[in-house]
């Protein structure tokens, strides 16, 4: 097979940003309840019309009502959450002050960043504080920010739960609680964590929960303990943003790094941020780039937190081209103009392959997203084209024939372990948690390990 033309069901990409489809929907920002200080930083930010995501969820959030939402980076959610929770905070002030009113629970570093820059941008007219807290730095100087108070903390659940045993951090004002990412959240096994998190904030709250894709499991403990949770879907399920192109390449494992550095010399990349499994990988390949006279750097969970800043500074600001990471180390990467991703190994979760190529195409931008395909991978192939519901475009370079094609998917391929019959949901949820038990090596919390109702209880539980 030379090149898989899209099946009709194949998304057209829109060749325009997501300001300009947003607008074709002709709902002002003045119409969501949103007051003026907010709307003029809006206005500076240079938005102008809300995005889908943010016409739906910002109405819902402020009338207060929980909400579990879908939808993947790149489609604006970040502010349908950051201005309701902005709005709200601004206009019921405090009681006693000084303590944590919205808190913002996300997987990782880069992200809890993230939030908490666009919370700085979209307030910068208000009287409202907000904080990113992680791990992996000084504990101090953060305790120092809580004491002096912070309205908005943005965190991640390890650093979270250290504070909160160290008693640096109160939640007796929370008013609300999002969970950024749960897919995410769930799959890096923080279920523990977050449950702890929520055991300790008071009951009566407003809570929220984002996820890039709602699989069974997020949607099981989302709805099974609120019932009244307004669920929102802005992108079908399982699809990719629209805007990015995707095709993939068959490739013996040991020709991948040649055929990359063809790649990159041929077709003249710019730039590219590059997904591998495992950290030596990304190393090892970042050398085999160098000695080919490509300069890349490797960004992955055991360098400091410094070294990532610097890495991924370098790399938004365009000094360094190529950008080589393990997923977890790429969570939250976010760079208006990225214009190519690369699976150089085939992630094992559909869900994980929609988030890595959610790092571009962002804001509408047309990007591109390529997959290097080895023989082994079929099954995951196939899970992720099932997920999609379309065959990704295939295409070939003759300087790199292949041993072994990598059959065309069964579209729809399910898993062996997801054929057997449900027995109820109950046991759905005891897969969530032993699934990410096993991930962190963690004991599962006694208090969520023999009831699964309760896992999700502590989640949305009043
Ligand atoms: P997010 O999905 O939150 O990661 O946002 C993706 C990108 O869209 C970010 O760069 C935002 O600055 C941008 N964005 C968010 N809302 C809007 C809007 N209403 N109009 C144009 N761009 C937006």
Redesign the pocket.
């Known amino acids: 097979i030379n090149y898989l033309p899209p099946p009709a069901i194949c998304i057209t990409p829109p060749k325009q940003s ?2 300009v489809y ?1 607008q074709r929907l002709y709902m002002p920002f003045s119409k969501l309840g949103l007051s003026d200080p907010i709307l003029k930083a809006i206005t500076d ?1 240079g ?5 889908p995501i ?1 016409q739906k969820a910002i109405p819902a959030i402020l009338s207060g009502k929980d909400l579990v939402a879908a939808a993947q ?7 349908s959450f950051v201005l309701p929770i902005l709005e709200k905070l601004n206009v019921e002030h405090a009681h006693r002050g000084k303590r944590i009113r919205a808190l913002i629970i996300t997987p990782t570093r880069e992200l809890t960043e993230q939030v908490e820059a666009n919370i700085a941008l979209y307030s910068k007219y208000l009287d409202l504080t907000s904080m990113a807290m992680y791990g992996g730095i000084d504990a101090e100087p953060q305790k120092q920010r809580l004491i002096e108070g912070v309205d908005i903390l943005v965190a991640t659940p390890g650093r979270l739960l250290e504070m909160i045993y160290q008693r640096a951090v109160h939640f007796d004002e929370l008013e609300v609680l999002v969970l950024d990412e749960a897919d995410r959240m769930l799959n890096m096994g923080f279920i523990d964590d977050i449950n702890k998190v929520i055991d300790r904030l008071p009951s009566k709250r407003q809570s929220l929960l984002f996820s890039a894709t709602l699989t069974d499991d997020v949607r099981f403990l989302a709805k099974t303990v609120n019932e009244d949770a307004l669920e929102i879907t802005i992108s079908p399920k399982s699809t990719t943003a629209p805007t990015i192109d995707q095709w993939l390449i068959t490739v013996d494992k040991d020709k991948k790094s040649a055929l990359l550095s063809h790649l990159i010399n041929d077709q003249q990349w710019d730039q590219a941020l590059i997904f591998i499994s495992t950290k030596h990988g990304a190393a090892k390949l970042v050398s085999q780039l160098g000695k080919r006279n490509i300069t890349a750097e490797a960004i992955h969970g055991d360098r400091s937190q410094a070294m990532r800043a610097k890495t991924l500074a370098d790399f938004k600001s365009g000094e360094l081209k190529f950008l080589v990471a393990t997923g977890i180390a790429a969570r939250g990467i ?1 760079i ?1 103009n990225l214009t190519r991703v690369v699976n150089y190994d085939l992630p094992f979760k559909p869900e994980e392959y929609i988030h890595r190529i959610g790092r571009t195409g ?2 509408g931008a047309s990007g591109e997203a390529i997959s290097f395909v080895a023989m082994g991978d079929f099954k995951n192939l196939c899970a992720i084209e099932s997920r999609l519901g379309h065959i990704i475009k295939r295409k070939e370079f003759e300087e790199f024939p292949v041993r072994k094609t990598v059959p065309v998917s069964i579209l729809n391929y399910v898993p062996k372990n997801k054929k057997q019959p449900k027995q109820g949901n109950s046991n759905s949820a005891k897969r969530t948690q032993k699934n990410t038990s096993q991930r962190t090596n963690r004991k599962p919390a006694k208090d969520t390990n023999n009831d699964s109702s309760n896992t999700n209880q502590h989640i949305w539980g009043k």
């Not at 938005?47 to 995005?51: M, Q």
């Not at 980076?73 to 502010?79: C, I, L, N, R, S």
């Open positions: 997501l300001g947003a930010k938005y102008n019309t809300p995005t943010q980076t790149g489609t604006g959610k970040t502010a976010d208006d962002r804001a």
